[in-house]
């Protein structure tokens, strides 16, 4: 089986995860329903998830409660896209090649449906059967890499105060570990949670999670400049419209790949303690930076 195919399967287990984990349509009030539905169920990778799932298997065959982090991850990712597409923030239309929440439901309802995944996505991790001991870990996990100390939250505040200013090495290191890097981290640090990882484990899960979460984000700032609205799916162009701090703004396009490219480098020496169980993880560094859309 190629990785491809591997991750497709990886792609449909999660989507019948999600699907059992969210409520129904028809599930009062079904407006709201409707809305994170709609916005869940509207592609992506799924690269969190991944990570997730493929973190426990590098560590142990088997990790009670993963599949509820790796979707409690995922409801956090996209309750921030929701709300990163509202008129106050990004303020666009279109997202995963269709109408964002906001267009689709009105921004009332869009705030209340990143609200009730965000909300659903910590109700999912205080419900895991099997792990009772690593609950109050993985909730910790996630309001960290998810929060406004270091976390998206933050990364998000800082990338909406520093619209406009100077752009600088610093500053965009702040944005992107926090805003990008911050969930990418932890989604691998709960997956090896979950499977029992020790301290040198989870420390060379952590390194990983760090290389590939701005690898990925550096990606993302390429692809925002060379790709057109429809691969990407979302409106492309948006940060130099919105003068926004990114890696080809302050490093230009060459300097940004060669550090994509070592981002990957770093991130497969980190797994190198894991050996073959590690191979999957590595492969998913390699799709975060070879991926064109």
Avoid: W
Avoid at 60 to 70: I, L, R, T
Avoid at 111 to 127: E, K, P, R
Avoid at 150 to 179: F, N, S
Avoid at 261 to 280: K, M, N, P
């Amino acid at each position: 089986m190629t990785f491809r195919e591997y991750l497709k399967q990886q792609q449909q287990f999660i989507e019948a995860q999600l699907d059992r984990l969210v409520p129904p349509e028809s599930t009062p009030p079904q407006t709201i329903h409707r809305a994170m539905r709609y916005s869940l169920f509207a592609g992506g990778k799924r690269v969190r998830p991944v990570l997730c799932l493929e973190a426990a298997r590098a560590v142990a065959d088997f990790a009670p409660g993963v599949e509820e982090s790796a979707c409690a991850l995922e409801f956090v990712h996209t309750y921030s896209l929701i709300h990163d597409d509202l008129p106050a923030l990004d303020n666009d239309d279109l997202r995963r090649g269709r109408p964002t929440c906001h267009k689709q439901f009105g921004e009332a309802m869009a705030i209340l449906a990143g609200d009730g995944l965000l909300t659903l996505a910590f109700q999912v991790l205080g419900q895991i059967r099997g792990a009772v001991g690593r609950r109050a870990q993985l909730v910790e996990e996630l309001a960290v890499g998810a929060g406004t100390v270091g976390g998206m939250i933050g990364g998000q505040v800082a990338d909406l105060e520093g619209e406009g200013q100077e752009p600088t090495a610093e500053l965009l290191d702040t944005i992107h570990r926090a805003k990008t890097g911050a969930l990418l981290r932890a989604s691998v640090r709960m997956g090896a949670i979950c499977a029992g990882a020790d301290a040198h484990q989870l420390a060379a899960l952590t390194c990983y999670g760090q290389h590939v979460g701005l690898a990925f984000q550096i990606v993302d700032d390429i692809l925002d400049v060379e790709q057109s609205s429809e691969a990407l799916g979302k409106t492309a162009g948006k940060d130099a419209e919105q003068k926004k701090i990114t890696f080809p703004a302050v490093y230009g396009l060459e300097e940004s790949r060669r550090m994509a490219e070592q981002e990957r480098r770093e991130a497969h020496r980190a797994l190198e303690a894991f050996g073959e169980r590690g191979v999957r993880l590595r492969e998913v560094a390699d799709l975060i930076v070879e991926r064109n859309a």
